[in-house]
């Protein structure tokens, strides 16, 4: 079966989504499951950032990535013209990962495709890439498409942490590439408002194409019980419309939230490394029960790793070096 491409998006940044992403990703992984994440937060990639330890490169200075792979195509495009098929000169999107040095059971796995190659020449091919011209001249959605195909192809699941706002980019995250969308809201009115326009107007744009809408309440803070409560009830209201295809909605929004916890404010870490997924309060509890949603039921906990194994992680973490130096 074709792999699935499932983007997640937020409104705006700061809210966690990149950090539920990552520890979908890792779970998936445990359960034997390919996995790619990409990092299409151009403007302030850092996804890798829940990965580094189990890097060859942390710092990405040598490590290729999405803006590379872009360009090199616009490159080839614009040298050859239209006269060619794409698949002809389409760079491989393989040779622009980089993989996760860790040994998940049976033929699980995580590659990156980073957002590019670190340093100042980064900011220089982001500030340069003209998206515009890449679709109205370059032929960017049948490029866009045909590395899609590729990536189903190749992994189980392909996860993009998507540009927040509004634009030319989180529009090709939200509507061009993905099978599935999880929209990561923060509770504010502005949070939940904004969140909610991009999802109806992408299940506008997809209206004939299957591609379920999960919105997941973030950074949620059991302190404020009354606001907590109205903006649980707002966002309920704001996205009711779109998420017809859950039959449990109330049991829904109660499972999925992710709770504010001020220990990932300060280190950014995966939480098999942390916690135990057996409490109902935990970040990776949360994660375990969105990754049932999205995987229909087929993955539901993380696979377990040794005490050994959580130590050593957290200590390379926590220190900033590689897993494999941390004895």
Known sequence: MPGQIVTFYSHKGGV????????IAWILASNGYRVLVIDWH?????????????????????????????????SQATSFGSGKGIDEWMPDILSYT??????????????????????????????????THFYERLNGAAFL??????????????????????????????????????VCCGLSHQNIAGASAIARSVAAQRRGSNCPIF?????????????LEEARQEA???????????????????EVEFPYTPYYSYVEILCPF???????????????????????????????????????GARAFLAGAQYSAIL
């Open 145 to 182: 498409k045909s590395a899609a195909e590729r990536m189903r192809s190749e992994y189980d699941y392909v996860l993009i942490d998507s540009q927040p706002g509004i634009g030319e980019i989180s529009a090709i995250c939200t509507v061009a590439m993905p099978d599935l969308l999880v």
């Open 42 to 74: 151009i403007d302030a990639p850092g996804l890798h950032r829940y990965f580094s330890p189990f890097l060859v490169d942390p710092s990405l200075a040598e490590c290729r990535g999405l803006m590379e792979f872009v360009t090199d195509y616009a």
């Open 236 to 254: 309920a209201l704001e996205f009711e419309s779109l998420i017809g295809h859950i039959p449990d909605r109330t049991q829904y929004w109660g």
């Open 98 to 131: 980089l993989p996760v040095d860790w040994e998940f059971r049976a033929e699980g796995g995580i590659d990156i495709l980073p957002a590019g190659r670190s340093g100042p020449s980064y900011a220089i091919a982001v500030s340069a890439f003209n998206w």
């Open 215 to 227: 919105p997941v309440l973030m950074r949620v803070d059991w302190a404020e019980k009354a606001l």
């Open 274 to 312: 942390v916690e135990d997924s057996r409490s109902t309060y935990s970040l990776l509890g949360s994660a375990e029960r969105l990754c049932a949603r999205i995987t229909a039921g087929k993955v539901t906990r993380t696979y377990a790793m040794t005490q050994s194994e959580r130590r050593r």
């Open 16 to 23: 966690g989504r990149s950090m539920a992403l990552a520890n």
